[in-house]
């Protein structure tokens, strides 16, 4: 089972990209869309469901990311931030 | 100020952090910092290969909570620093390495010498650095610094080109201690700590697993009082061993794949589980379905990517323990819980399991016997370092360190061949100790060329090393894994590492018969100078209890 992934990022360098590429290749994604330039960054990421939840703390521990936000789709108007989204980590 | 080269601001930046030793290997591409090294505050240490250097770096940093430092050339130099800082990342070791990189204008040649190494350590470093400019140095210096010794410390590589250590810059040294979008201390949740205690004060059977994190946030001494108040039982993992008081009496020991029987079956029984600076390690939970099946989870770790990275938690605390636990000690002040002592009693009344776990035939030196008689001897007070492998493990069965910067071993990496040269990283940073490097035959002849290092620098260690011929471990599981079909482990020719001993000019003990162990023992740790125990072990003994791949804590064989 796949997850779909939709991050916003800030970075100190463009070249933090690289780390951002080798992190989700490492934890079994796969990249299936970026645009950056600037400092920013947009990325789709196709991960397995069983490590979809180490993607964004994995991401922030990046030393030039600086901010990165994990969009989840709410209806067809808009989007949440990761933090107001249900906690995935949470057992019973 | 006068314009600094390069190498000077790197020296400078050092002896500003406080950096009066490193570690390393010269070459080509290093050779002006190692010009200004000459009559600098920085003490350099050579030694005979460039992964012993950033070893001892490391064992430098564990047992002492300081930066370790080291030096090497570009290319092969680099690259022999790779297996010590995966190690580091690993264990969160704060250690920097400089390296020396080909002239700018060569670097994408394929220059003699050039290897992208800032790239190589991308993965396996807090952060790394190409500097391309001189008046980036003094800034870049002091990021590396703070980044490697803030937070949760780790590794990182400054890579310098060698026009870049020679050319002049106006700027001067500089102290970093924030950096955008880096919170090293993360402020924790209040509502969770009071979740937490909330739960424990629920709990009947509480266990609490502390690792590494503890020494490093230097909150050893707030833990014992912790673990005074509630008479929690402690397990510690490889990487927390020493951080419960040798005389706490809830002292589990270590659990996990070859961890103690009162420690697996009380994670495996409890119900609240409280994880202190540990990352649940795949050698510590066992099967995961398996784990803990019962316990509801506390999970305090500075690191927020660590928190249900593999086991789920029910109160997550991203913070700094000593000041989680700080908090938590007024808590149990004006909210006092029920000490579990009665809970703690149960769980230490099922044994350590050691008692059927020797093996050895009679007549040979059972090298397990062996280490309770000189744990018997030199008491806590000693540095105990390990390289990898079943002496690693029956070590860590039995040492009793009082504080946790006192045991120092490859856990995360399982590095072989990093016991001797962290050893000897112990040892400069302690020099008023006894130091302690406890070895296997294979480990050991990877870096055994330190002892050129141990000798010239007339380091007081004591090295002993358990020679059974085999790579013991993996013959353990050959055996037990594979019908004793035994692949690649044969050590049969090991030389007399005595006379090895000797030859580099260390004094030199060789232990064979059973009767002789207490004599010897004495002997070798009184003598004077640095001294090798050469001590020939039964080929055929392991390491129990042992939790197979794939099975749950609760299920550990005990014996063959």
Sequence with gaps: MMKILTFALVLRRMSALTNVFMLCQRLGGTMTYISAADGRANIVVSAPQRSAHRFAPQLRRIMDVLELIELHAAGVNGSVRASDAEPVRCRA | ?560
């Design chain 2, 1 to 560: 100020m006068a314009d600094r080269s390069g190498s000077q601001v790197v020296v400078d930046a050092l002896v500003q952090a406080g950096v009066d030793l490193a570690f390393g290997y010269p070459g080509g591409a290093v050779l002006p910092l190692y010009d200004v090294l000459l009559g600098s505050g920085v003490r350099h240490i050579l030694t005979r290969h460039e992964q012993s250097a950033i070893h001892a770096a490391d064992g430098y940093a564990r047992s002492s909570g300081r930066l370790g430092v080291c030096i090497a050339t570009s290319g092969p130099g680099a690259t022999n620093l790779v297996t010590g800082i995966c190690t580091a990342m690993m264990d969160s070791t704060p250690v920097l390495c400089i390296t020396g990189q080909v002239p700018s204008r060569l670097i994408g040649t394929d220059a003699f010498q050039e290897t992208d190494v800032s790239g190589v350590v991308t993965g396996i470093t807090k952060q790394s650095w190409l500097v391309r400019n001189v008046d980036e140095l003094p800034q870049v210096m002091a990021e590396a610094i703070f980044i490697a010794t803030s937070g949760r410390p780790g590794p990182v590589l400054v890579d310098i080109p060698k026009d870049v250590l020679v050319a002049s810059t106006g700027k001067t040294s500089v102290q970093t201690t924030s950096l955008p979008g880096y919170d090293p201390m993360p402020d924790f949740d209040g509502n969770e700590l009071d979740r937490a205690h909330r739960l424990l004060k629920a709990s009947k059977r509480p266990v609490c697993i502390v690792g590494g994190g503890c020494g490093m946030s230097g909150a050893t001494e707030r833990f014992r009082r912790w673990c005074a108040a509630t008479q929690v039982p402690v397990a510690t993992t490889l990487m927390g061993i020493g951080c419960a008081g040798p005389d706490y009496a809830g002292r589990l020991g270590m659990p996990g794949m070859h961890g103690l029987r009162r420690a697996n079956l009380a994670i495996s029984d409890c119900d609240l589980i409280i994880a202190m600076g540990i990352r649940f390690d795949d050698r510590v939970t066992g099967h995961l379905e398996r784990f803990a099946p019962d316990a509801r989870i506390i999970h305090i770790d500075i690191d927020a990517a660590e928190i249900s990275k593999i086991v789920p938690a029910n109160v997550a605390i991203n913070g700094d323990l000593d000041a989680v636990l700080l908090e938590w000690m007024l808590l149990l002040e004006s909210d006092p819980v029920e000490p579990f002592g009665r809970w703690q009693r149960e769980a230490m009344a099922v044994g350590d399991g050691l008692e059927t776990a020797s093996a050895a035939d009679s007549g040979t030196i059972d090298f397990t016997e062996l280490l309770d008689s000189l744990f018997d001897m030199i008491g806590s007070a000693p540095i105990v370092a390990t390289d990898v492998g079943q002496h690693q493990m029956w070590t860590a069965q039995r040492v009793r360190p009082d504080h946790p910067r006192k045991f120092v071993c490859s856990g995360g990496l399982g590095t072989m061949g990093f016991g001797l040269p962290s050893a000897i990283g112990a040892q400069f940073a302690n020099p008023n100790e006894k130091v302690l490097a406890v070895v296997g035959d294979g480990g050991f002849q990877m870096t055994l060329a330190e002892l050129a290092t141990v000798r010239r620098c007339n380091l007081p260690l004591r090295i002993l090393v358990m020679d059974n011929k085999y790579l013991g471990l993996v013959r353990q599981w050959q055996e037990m894994f594979f019908d004793q079909r035994y692949s690649a482990v044969d050590m049969s020719d090991n030389p007399d590492f005595a006379r090895l001993a000797g030859v580099y000019g260390l004094g030199a003990f060789t232990l064979s018969d059973p009767n002789e162990v207490n004599s010897t023992l004495q002997k070798w740790w009184h003598c004077d100078g640095p001294a090798l125990l050469h001590c020939i072990c039964p080929t055929q003994q392991n390491v129990f209890p042992m939790v197979p791949a794939g099975a749950g804590l609760g299920d550990m064989v005990e014996s063959k």
